[in-house]
């Protein structure tokens, strides 16, 4: 009999997504998946009563410690990401080839102008 061990290791951001308690479906989840994500919890974090407590308290310790350790990955995570492109300036269509010879230039007046 032949039994399968269907435990791989995890990849390192799926686990430290598990750690901090952000559920994130896809198995090897990418930086632009993730941040989304914790930016809303580190959002949800900022408006805990804690933060506005006396920094001796141990409330607002905790606190600042789970504030501190969400912009930290935060911060690498965005270090992976790829950097973005910038967008390419597209200017004004401009015309190329001879100019067009049906076209008079406004110099000339009616008078120059040969009428059969």
Request: hydrophobic share 30%.
């Amino acid at each position: 009999m032949i039994c399968a061990n269907h435990y791989t290791e995890m990849p390192p951001l799926k686990m430290r997504c598990n750690q901090i308690g952000i559920h994130i479906p896809s198995r090897n989840p990418t930086p632009a998946e993730i941040i989304p994500r914790v930016e809303e919890r580190l959002a949800e974090h900022q408006k805990h009563f804690a933060r506005t407590m006396d920094p001796s308290c141990s409330y607002y310790s905790e606190w600042k410690s789970v504030n501190d350790d969400l912009i930290n990955f935060l911060k690498q995570l965005r270090a992976l990401e790829p950097p973005k492109a910038e967008p390419t300036q597209v200017g004004p269509a401009v015309p190329s080839g001879p100019p067009n010879a049906q076209s008079t230039p406004k110099s000339q007046n009616a008078s120059s102008v040969f009428i059969p």
